[in-house]
């Protein structure tokens, strides 16, 4: 069965500053997606990227990129200029190709400090 | 702004009852899903559909039900609720025709508490 983990319950960041959020999963296959949710506070949660494993280039997204290393099956969050509207619980996730199940990791909450 | 919207926002209710909580989305996805959040920690799968008439449980056993009569509704039922189900409930939709790796939208979530 396939996990995903996130070691860091919580996090915090200077506004305008750098921070990365650490994911790892484990499954057996060679063809999958990943995942960044972001969850704010007693509102909706929305996505923030997706990588797909076949793909090498890491994916980007205005102020969020990844670091994909499919080897070490870790995908972590890269949030530059980190803004206040940034603080909310985010969530790596795991679906196997042609799946439809996603498997979530724990969470980190992160923290913007002005 | 939402496309899929969960009623109630917030419920509080006592041992016994029968409770049915509300998810509608009006994309026209195929698939629909229930997860269940307790504050702060990861989500678990309780229930999922793939469309009108197909329904699966999840990952996390659970005692509720649920329905898919129609593509935009897919509600959830607890017979019988009990502290044990105070929880957050979060639906789901994701639309397979954007592709295998189409995320999932997410309603805001119904926060349910049994005393």
């Known amino acids: 069965a396939q996990t995903v983990t996130q070691s860091q319950p919580e996090m915090s960041v200077q506004e305008a500053e750098t921070v990365t959020l650490s994911c790892t999963y484990d499954?057996?296959?060679?063809?999958?997606?990943l995942f960044w949710y972001k969850q704010p506070p007693s509102r909706q949660m929305i996505l923030v990227i997706r990588?797909?494993?076949?793909?090498?280039q890491n994916a980007t997204e205005n102020r969020f990129s990844v670091n994909f290393q499919k080897a070490a099956k870790s995908f972590s969050l890269k949030i530059s200029d980190s803004q206040l509207g940034d603080a909310a619980m985010y969530f790596c996730?795991?679906?196997?190709?042609?799946?439809?199940?996603?498997?979530f990791g724990e969470g980190t909450q992160l923290t913007v400090n002005p | 702004e939402a496309d899929i919207y969960q009623t109630p926002r917030y419920l509080v209710i006592g041992t016994g009852k029968k409770i049915t909580l509300e998810c509608s989305q009006t994309?026209?996805?195929?698939?629909m899903y229930w997860y269940q959040q307790d504050p702060g920690m990861e989500l678990h799968l309780i229930h999922y559909s793939y469309g009108v008439n197909s329904t699966e449980k999840g990952d996390l056993s659970s005692e509720s039900t649920v329905s898919r009569i129609r593509t935009e509704h897919f509600p959830l039922t607890l017979e019988s609720a009990r502290p044990s189900h105070t929880s957050q409930y979060l639906c789901a939709s994701s639309d397979s025709r954007t592709g295998i790796n189409s995320p999932l939208h997410f309603g805001n979530g119904t926060r349910l508490t049994v005393t």
């Open positions: 996730a795991y679906r196997q190709a042609g799946g439809s199940r996603l498997t």
């Open positions: 990588q797909e494993a076949y793909k090498q």
């Open positions: 994309m026209g996805h195929d698939k």
């Open positions: 499954t057996s296959e060679s063809d999958y997606y």
